[in-house]
């Protein structure tokens, strides 16, 4: 078995302030986006001159033009051949509770907008991201740790485990 090289990225949801809602990015910009026309939280690649909490930091900053003030790391994630051309990706899921600065409206890949934790069901979303976005709101402390396999662009099973 050839050695496990993903490529590392943070996923981040913020919270408003009064906990009921999250910022999501409905991907609506480019015609070439994996993503297109999906809601998403923020987030994006690892640089090699970071750690996950410094990219997280600066994907929020970059994606929503706010500063994470407190969060906390929620789950990992091992998405196996999830990339359009069947990279596997290693995400650091985060919940961001408290921020500084107004929220974007728009950035390169969408437009932005508060969501209702109760409804995110409701929107168009990778269809994996139902499994993991309960465990991002609920009230258990523990960290997740997860594994979606993909094929064609769905999941093909999900197991994850609570530390």
């Known amino acids: ?52 909490v410094s990219c997280m930091r600066r994907e929020i900053r970059e994606e929503a033009g706010i500063e994470c003030q407190d969060f906390v790391l929620r789950g990992t994630i091992n998405w196996s051949n999830f990339g359009s051309n069947g990279e596997d990706w290693l995400g650091f899921i985060f919940r961001i509770d408290l921020f500084s600065g107004t929220p974007f409206r728009e950035n390169s890949e969408g437009t932005l907008a508060w ?13 994996g991201d139902r499994f993991f976005l309960p465990l991002i709101f609920d009230s258990d402390p523990r960290v997740f740790h997860g594994h979606m396999p993909y094929s064609n662009g769905r999941p093909l099973s999900w197991h994850f485990e609570r530390l």
């Open 1 to 52: 078995m050839s050695p496990y090289t993903p490529i590392i990225g943070t996923l981040g949801y913020i919270l408003s302030p009064d906990r009921k809602e999250t910022l999501l990015v409905h991907r609506n910009r480019r015609e070439d986006d994996q993503h297109l026309g999906k809601y998403n939280g923020l987030g994006g690649k690892m640089r090699p001159d970071e750690d996950v």
């Open 115 to 127: 969501h209702s934790i109760l409804s995110l069901d409701t929107l168009p979303m990778w269809e």
